[in-house]
């Protein structure tokens, strides 16, 4: 017994002991090399620290294996296995301290460092190290707490899309051509080119030739604005594969013009469309537009077959496509060829073949024509509607030059608004002479009015009141029974004098009031003054659009008589009525009996409910 405290001491000692041995082994620390010792000194005067891995290697850490498994030496932490010379640390770049030992100011202070050794890469040529310093730099932007600090939130917001720019600009670079040198798009000769060429030189040789000729009408100008724009030369050709060159071409996708542009993607790139003109089918802006897509486009693939593939069959899909594949898209293009849609994936080597044929057509079997040589223009602003072929009249010259010279006028006719107009050199003088002779277009006068019908009306009344026949009335309207017209219907009633004969027939029924266009006003309001309809408004004045011009005179026929006539009486609602029963009991047109009661559509009716209803 007298041993035991003895025994217990000596145990305890043994355990200390232990322990410290043991954590001795986890972190060594092992002896500093004499000849490493001075030569760490004098560094940080000698030279500036240098980005990148340190020069000097540290003694590699001593191994110990754990129940976990064996410890990879990159999650070890530097500075507590091996002690190293004071300056060591300022040779070595930010990733080589803890990441996780950095306060958030010094995260975002790490990464700028990254970015700024980014540019110092890129500057020299060396891409993939620069691409690795941006990864570096935003993985430490992850890391930033922000902790609702409003500066520090911004710092990391600017810091990150700083990097994402940077990081579009260095992939764009890999394929962008330095030093003016526009020949960018590689020929490649492969099978599926060698089809292409198979096809252009059999049953599509009529198709590539006449397209080449019709090239010497646009590719001029392409050629300057592409070279503007600092893009490929090759690219002027994409229009022989998209249009061959036919500047009104129209796809089964609705794709129009030159550049084959669906309408929303006209609108995302400026090309306005409306009822008079669609500059989809202006050659000089479609190419503008086009240029903008494709710079877009090589802003998100930075490789130009992919830009191509993604220009005929839109972004989205390829993009869905790439993510499918498990290779560097960037650095084989065909093996997403291979995914993608049979007839977007051959448009890429069918633009590939048109540059090798063109580039050495006697190699291909091939005697290419001359041109067409484009055509020099005087542009002339005209700010009224003028048909084309009345232009053509005055200026002595043919109406389907003037048509393909303006091709984006859809109706050939100016719009309402001030428009420059091209017509042949030497032509604008004398269009600017006779411009304020030549009359502004009207629209044609319709040859029938529509006419709703109305409870108790037959076609007989009806032809009576416009002065027609019952059989001209049936036969434009596809009627067989003259007996039967339903309320509701809306007819086509022709008549004989256009406006003037509709004016005459509302003339009968209460005359015509002559009325001059507001500031403010519309159709619409106009129609609810008089008691009228748009419809009767527009038939009587020959008004195609429901626009309105301040100072315009119209003439408003008056309202129906039959609500003159007409005596107004009250009706208590019952159970089981609806607006529709009770209007259609009392003869009545629905809007009628919401309006005569400030109903809406909407608004419900109760039992007991006290309305106005009207009758003969």
């Not at 060159?245 to 609705?254: I, P």
């Not at 073949?353 to 291909?364: C, F, N």
């Not at 067409?372 to 084309?388: A, F, N, S, T, W």
């Not at 100016?414 to 502004?440: F, H, N, R, S």
Request: aromatic share 8%; net charge positive; with cysteine.
């Amino acid at each position: 017994m007298k041993n035991r405290p003895f025994a217990f001491w000596t145990l305890a000692a043994m355990l200390v002991l232990f322990l410290a041995l043991n954590a001795g082994c986890v972190r060594p620390r092992p002896a500093r090399s004499p000849a490493a010792a001075p030569k760490a000194v004098a560094a940080p005067e000698a030279e500036p620290p240098v980005r990148g891995p340190s020069r000097e290697q540290p003694p590699a850490p001593r191994i110990e294996n754990h129940p976990a498994g064996p410890t990879r030496l990159d999650t070890l932490d530097p500075v507590a296995g091996a002690e190293s010379s004071p300056d060591a640390g300022a040779s070595r770049a930010p990733e080589s301290i803890a990441d996780g030992a950095l306060t958030n100011q010094e995260l975002l202070d790490s990464a700028m460092e990254f970015y700024q050794a980014s540019s110092d890469f890129w500057e020299q040529g060396d891409l993939d190290n620069a691409m690795g310093a941006l990864d570096k730099a935003y993985s430490l932007i992850l890391q930033v707490k922000t902790d609702a600090d409003p500066e520090l939130l911004q710092q990391k917001e600017d810091l990150r899309i700083t990097i994402s720019r940077r990081i579009v600009e260095v992939y764009s670079s890999r394929f962008t051509v330095a030093n003016g040198n526009h020949m960018a798009i590689p020929l490649v000769m492969n099978d599926e080119v060698e089809k292409a060429l198979k096809l252009f030189k059999g049953s599509h040789r009529k198709f590539f030739l006449e397209s080449y000729r019709r090239s010497g009408l646009y590719r001029p100008m392409i050629l300057e604005a592409l070279n503007e724009a600092g893009l490929p030369e090759e690219l002027s050709w994409l229009p022989l594969i998209e249009s061959g060159y036919k500047v009104r071409a129209l796809s089964r996708a609705r794709a129009l013009g030159l550049w084959q542009f669906i309408a929303s993607t006209g609108y995302k790139f400026g090309l306005k469309r409306d009822q008079w003109i669609d500059e989809r089918m202006d050659p000089e802006k479609a190419t503008q537009a086009a240029i903008g897509y494709l710079k877009e486009l090589h802003q998100i693939f930075g490789e130009w077959t992919t830009v191509l593939a993604a220009y005929n069959c839109g972004e989205r899909r390829v993009l869905n496509r790439i993510k499918t594949q498990k290779i560097q898209y960037l650095d084989d293009f065909w093996d997403l060829y291979r995914r993608l849609p049979r007839e977007t994936a051959f448009y890429v080597p069918k633009f590939l073949a048109v540059l090798h044929i063109v580039k050495d057509p006697e190699a291909h079997g091939f005697d290419l024509p001359d041109v067409y040589r484009p055509r020099p223009v005087d542009v002339v602003g005209v700010d009224k509607q003028i048909h084309l072929k009345t232009i053509a009249k005055h200026l002595d010259m043919s109406y389907s030059l003037l048509r393909e010279m303006n091709p984006e006028l859809r109706q050939y006719l100016t719009p309402e608004g001030p428009y420059a107009l091209k017509v042949p050199k030497g032509k604008g003088d004398v269009l600017v002479a006779k411009l304020g002779d030549i009359p502004a277009w009207s629209p044609p006068q319709p040859t029938y009015v529509v006419h709703r019908v109305r409870r108790g009306q037959t076609l007989s009344g009806i032809a009576d009141r416009y002065g027609t026949s019952v059989r001209s009335i049936m036969n434009m309207n596809g009627l067989r029974s003259k007996n039967y017209v339903k309320a509701g219907w809306r007819l086509k009633v022709p008549t004989r004098g256009g406006t003037a004969a509709v004016a005459a027939a509302y003339s009968k029924k209460g005359g015509l009031t002559t009325y001059r266009v507001r500031k403010g006003d519309s159709l619409w309001k106009i129609a609810k003054r008089f008691a009228t309809t748009t419809g009767a408004i527009q038939s009587v004045n020959g008004l195609r659009t429901t626009r309105l011009q301040i100072g315009q005179t119209l003439k408003v026929p008056a309202g129906s008589s039959s609500g003159s006539s007409a005596k107004v009486r009250t009706y208590r609602v019952k159970r089981g009525d609806s607006p529709y029963l009770i209007a259609r009991r009392h003869r009545m047109e629905l809007s009628d009996f919401l309006k005569v009661n400030r109903l809406t559509p909407t608004s419900t009716i109760y039992p007991g409910q006290v309305l106005k209803v009207t009758t003969q």
